[in-house]
């Protein structure tokens, strides 16, 4: 048996999580800096408790709200410029995956201010410690709050990449389900079918031990339920399951967490990329030819999926699909083998191997 895990990361959960945290929150300083996009912080009411309970503790606070959608380097930067300027001591990220992504680039910018925007990827190994950082979920799908893993998208080359090292662990993760009922369905299914598709892509991955194998079939148990049912209407989850969604995209954060994720989420980087997909939609758009490769590479690990879900194949690729419900055919895939052709860790742990032929054809067949 192998549980081999690393997450430094405290974590709060449940209903007035964030008032439990308090005095841990208080513990990293006097100053600090809310970095959240544009207004799902203040709809989900997560804002608003976060300046009451600075102000309780006497904490000094500016908001950086200029996060978009797959956190541009440059505005990462301009957070952890204005944090320097400010005295931060610490940051807060409130929202779903990109302002928790940002922060961690944020706070590794302040820490570290002779670092240019795009220059994080080559100098991550020598930076020094980013400022500590609290991480509020708004959103039930990246898991972003319990993750080594920030996922920035270059200023220049406009291309997703992620900087993955122990300093870009949160310090503490709020996580309260009800922050998130405020997300649309449009959100709502889309980090659903992230969560899922982390969730499955650990459990596939050569790299799963009994750890991450305990955390991902919880995740994969508690969202095949959720997708089912968003499946069969176009109404929102209740509380009940909003709280079950939630807590599945943690279980699969903390899945990823150890083995990382396999090739649909390097592909699908091109979907988000070049036709604005968003990216869990972008990664499940994959989903199917990823199955279709486990069940040739190792039949037992699809058979033991489909056991766990209670479900047939064609059930399961056609929820997904449905759900997905992405059709592009990319006519330049060919454009992309260089990139492909780098050594990936995503393909090396995807089962059999993954390979820039495969990525190509994986473009060049309408989803």
């Known amino acids: 048996m192998k549980i081999n895990g690393y997450m430094p990361v405290k974590i709060f959960s449940g209903a007035d999580a964030l008032t439990d945290a308090g005095a841990d929150i208080a513990s990293l300083g006097k100053r600090c800096l809310i970095v959240t996009g544009s207004s799902s912080a203040k709809k989900s009411g997560a804002l608003d408790d976060c300046v009451r309970l600075l102000a309780q503790?006497?904490?000094?606070?500016?908001?950086?709200?200029?996060?978009?959608?797959?956190?541009?380097?440059?505005?990462?930067?301009?957070?952890?410029?204005?944090?320097?300027?400010?005295?931060?001591?610490?940051?807060?990220?409130?929202?779903?995956?990109?302002?928790?992504?940002?922060?961690?680039?944020?706070?590794?910018?302040?820490a570290n201010p002779d670092v240019s925007a795009d220059g994080v990827y080559a100098a991550l190994p020598t930076m020094s410690k980013p400022l500590p950082t609290v991480l509020i979920g708004t959103t039930a799908g990246t898991g972003s709050e319990v993750t080594g893993v920030s996922v920035l998208t270059?200023?220049?080359?406009?291309?997703?990449?992620?900087?993955?090292?122990?300093?870009?662990?949160?310090?503490i993760a709020v996580c309260d389900p009800k922050y998130t009922y405020s997300a649309p369905r449009s959100v709502t299914v889309s980090c659903a079918l992230d969560a899922f598709a982390h969730a499955a892509e650990s459990f596939f991955s050569l790299k799963a031990n009994d750890l991450s194998l305990l955390y991902a079939g919880s995740a994969l148990g508690i969202l095949w339920n959720e997708l089912k049912a968003l499946n069969a209407s176009d109404a929102l989850p209740d509380e009940e399951a909003r709280e079950k969604l939630y807590y599945g995209s943690i279980y699969a954060g903390l899945a990823i967490n150890i083995t990382g994720t396999l090739f649909p989420h390097t592909v699908g980087y091109v979907l988000t990329e070049a036709y604005?997909?968003?990216?869990?939609?972008?990664?499940?758009?994959?989903?199917?030819?990823?199955?279709?490769?486990?069940?040739?590479?190792?039949?037992?690990?699809?058979?033991?999926?489909?056991?766990?879900?209670?479900?047939?194949?064609?059930?399961?690729?056609?929820?997904?699909?449905?759900?997905?419900?992405?059709?592009?055919?990319?006519?330049?895939?060919?454009?992309?083998?260089?990139?492909?052709?780098?050594?990936?860790?995503?393909?090396?742990?995807?089962?059999?191997?993954?390979?820039?032929?495969e990525a190509v054809a994986c473009l060049n067949s309408e989803m």
């Not at 000094?60 to 959608?69: L, S």
């Not at 990664?283 to 199917?288: I, S, V, Y």
Request: aromatic content about 10%; proline content about 5%; glycine content about 12%.
């Open 57 to 110: 503790y006497g904490i000094g606070y500016r908001v950086f709200d200029g996060i978009g959608q797959n956190p541009l380097t440059t505005d990462c930067h301009a957070a952890g410029r204005g944090a320097l300027r400010f005295g931060a001591d610490f940051l807060i990220g409130i929202g779903g995956g990109s302002p928790l992504d940002a922060v961690k680039a944020a706070a590794l910018y302040a």
């Open 276 to 357: 604005g997909v968003p990216h869990g939609r972008a990664c499940t758009a994959f989903f199917a030819p990823l199955y279709e490769k486990c069940e040739a590479v190792c039949p037992q690990k699809t058979a033991a999926l489909l056991s766990l879900l209670d479900t047939e194949k064609t059930e399961l690729l056609s929820v997904i699909a449905a759900l997905t419900d992405v059709h592009i055919r990319v006519p330049d895939a060919e454009k992309y083998r260089e990139r492909f052709s780098a050594k990936i860790r995503n393909f090396d742990n995807t089962p059999g191997g993954f390979t820039a032929d």
């Open 154 to 171: 270059h200023s220049v080359t406009g291309r997703k990449k992620s900087i993955s090292r122990p300093l870009c662990y949160g310090t």
